[in-house]
């Protein structure tokens, strides 16, 4: 019988058309990837994953911490920490304790990240709800302090809060204020532009030296949620619409007007900007906003993953830019999950798609509520030994929980697992790349960093089977048609794997992982799957794998699990054609 072929290649997901309709280079379904250039790339992380075994600060001063920004500031990388009760900077050395004094102990009290941040040339602003604007200078040595609202009051002093503050031009937004006691959730101010490197010496819209001013969207549109810088204006995000703050450059400053009343924002932190257009979760789908109209992202491919996201906790979701890889990272929580549980990576460049688990809840620990990307190199790094996997950074100082339970790779009926890390010392086998940027994150139960990208196995090589599970899964699968019976019988897939480093008793192994291959066939479409018994093969050393399915519909799935990396570029499938039944 004569063998047909067909090359999948270009590869990308669909979960919202019919499956039986997407072209053969479309999955139905995959878990824990992202997508570059044509190629899934499976998520490089750890469950869980600690950045250091040695204890910081946070051990002797119990703290709840849920944001956490990092950047640059004068030259020097830095992470921001922020919590309840405590303020951090990581200098690159050390964790500096940087409360201000006018923070008192218990006066923010949500277990939920309700921080903004933004930068005004070296400052950080920080805005926490149940708290006071607070502005750190960027300049190491220095605290946190209440930001000025005059040159003779701050924003304490005068009892002003606000859900969110942003940075324009030389401008600051204090979005949905309440004053002296008082909410006023359509309201927000902006200041007067301050110098360079400066603060606005005033935010009094009575002072008639002043640019500042005190405006308000109405109450047709919801609550103000958030705002953000867009070209020359400013856009206010509300719960059911988006104003743009066009800058007019007279008396007036800034001139509104309604783009929409289509959509909202879905929480604060859920609008971020890349390549100037913002990208934002709203409370039905994500969507793009080029200042002049809005369109939905979602839409026609990953619009039913959305659809899982909590109605409880879904103000815990929040929107993060990874400009090193060009991706954006939409994290929500989803069911009964209180922090977000899953990612939907965007590629602003590719516009492609992935999708992936991230630490939720489990047996009763909260984890995510906030995740930044950041390179920072150690003071000492060993340049003379890139080409070497492992190297020491003895100068981080980093805490780590040893305690952590993760929540399931997204293989349907994975069950959970307990602890996997003993307190051992693994930051010996860190991979080292200053071209990398890392995932961290910080969680509302734990009080410390966590590094996520995957770079930190330790003891067994057998630990590899806790680590996160890929999957890329093709079902009603028409290939030539809905009417032909197909018979699979090989497939070649094009992978690239490399193994875990790990180091035992001070000796470096490479572990393989583990790759399977499924295959199986419906009777009709939207039918059962009649799964085959999963194949074990090789990535590195098999070519092809022999398989046997018989259907007017196939299935075929890829499993990942326990590799440094995984680059999947797609498969060759050979068939035959049985005629029509």
């Not at 007279?250 to 390549?275: H, I, K, M, P």
Request: hydrophobic share 35%; charged share 20%.
């Amino acid at each position: 019988m004569e063998k047909n072929q067909v090359i999948v290649r270009d590869l990308s997901v669909n979960f919202d058309l019919p499956q039986s309709d997407l072209p053969d280079n479309v999955f139905t379904k995959a878990m824990n990837f992202t997508c570059e250039r044509g190629r899934f790339v499976a998520t490089k992380m750890s469950w869980p994953a600690p950045v250091k075994s040695e204890k910081g600060p946070w051990d002797t001063t119990p703290a709840v911490f849920l944001n956490i920004i990092s950047g640059q500031t004068k030259g020097q990388a830095y992470f921001l920490a922020s919590g309840l009760t405590k303020d951090y900077v990581f200098d690159g050395s050390s964790w500096v304790d940087v409360t201000s004094t006018d923070k008192v102990s218990g006066s923010i009290n949500s277990e939920s990240n309700l921080w903004t941040t933004c930068k005004l040339g070296f400052n950080i602003l920080v805005s926490n709800s149940e708290f006071f604007p607070e502005v750190w200078s960027g300049q190491f040595g220095e605290s946190l302090r209440s930001l000025p609202f005059s040159t003779t009051e701050t924003f304490k002093q005068r009892g002003i809060k606000c859900k969110a503050i942003r940075s324009h031009k030389n401008f600051l937004f204090a979005l949905n204020l309440t004053e002296k006691g008082e909410e006023f959730p359509y309201s927000y101010r902006w200041s007067h532009p301050a110098d360079e490197n400066g603060l606005p010496f005033s935010w009094d819209e009575f002072d008639l030296s002043t640019l500042a001013s005190k405006e308000s969207v109405g109450g047709d549109y919801g609550v103000i949620v958030d705002g953000l810088s867009l070209r020359d204006s400013f856009c206010i995000y509300t719960e059911r619409a988006i104003h743009i703050l066009d800058y007019t450059g007279d008396e007036f400053v800034f001139r509104r007007r309604l783009l929409t009343t289509s959509y909202g924002c879905l929480s604060q932190n859920c609008v971020v900007e890349a390549e100037n257009l913002h990208y934002v979760i709203t409370a039905s789908d994500i969507i793009v906003n080029d200042g002049t109209s809005v369109q939905s992202l979602l839409t026609n491919h990953l619009k039913t993953a959305y659809s899982s996201v909590s109605q409880r906790y879904f103000a815990n979701s929040f929107a993060v830019v990874n400009p090193a890889k060009t991706e954006i990272w939409f994290c929500f929580p989803e069911g009964n999950y209180e922090f977000p549980s899953l990612a939907i990576v965007y590629n602003y460049v590719t516009k492609q798609f992935g999708l992936t688990r991230l630490y939720s809840k489990n047996n009763g620990i909260g984890v995510m509520s906030s995740i930044c990307f950041n390179s920072i190199l150690a003071n000492a790094y060993p340049w003379d030994d890139l080409d070497t996997y492992f190297s020491t950074w003895d100068d981080w100082n980093l805490p780590v929980d040893t305690n952590q339970f993760f929540t399931g790779s997204g293989v349907d009926g994975e069950a959970s697992t307990g602890p996997i890390f003993g307190n051992t010392d693994v930051w010996d086998n860190s991979i080292s790349s200053p071209l990398q940027t890392d995932l961290f994150c910080i969680g509302p139960t734990f009080s410390f960093i966590e590094q996520l990208d995957g770079k930190r196995r330790t003891g067994a090589s057998s630990e590899s089977a806790y680590r996160i599970v890929t999957l890329f899964e093709k079902t009603n699968w028409a290939l030539e048609g809905q009417v032909i019976v197909k018979t699979l019988t090989r497939i070649y897939p094009n992978i690239s794997v490399t193994g875990s480093h790990t180091k035992v008793d001070g000796t470096e192994v490479i572990d393989a992982g583990q790759a399977k291959i499924y295959v199986g066939a419906h009777d009709f479409n939207g039918s059962a799957i009649r799964w085959n018994e999963p194949i074990l093969f090789d990535p590195i050393n098999d070519r092809k794998i022999d398989v046997r399915a018989t259907g007017e519909l196939l299935a075929i799935r890829f499993e990942f699990r326990g590799f440094y990396s995984v680059d999947f570029y797609g498969f060759t499938a050979e068939y035959t054609l049985n005629g029509v039944r």
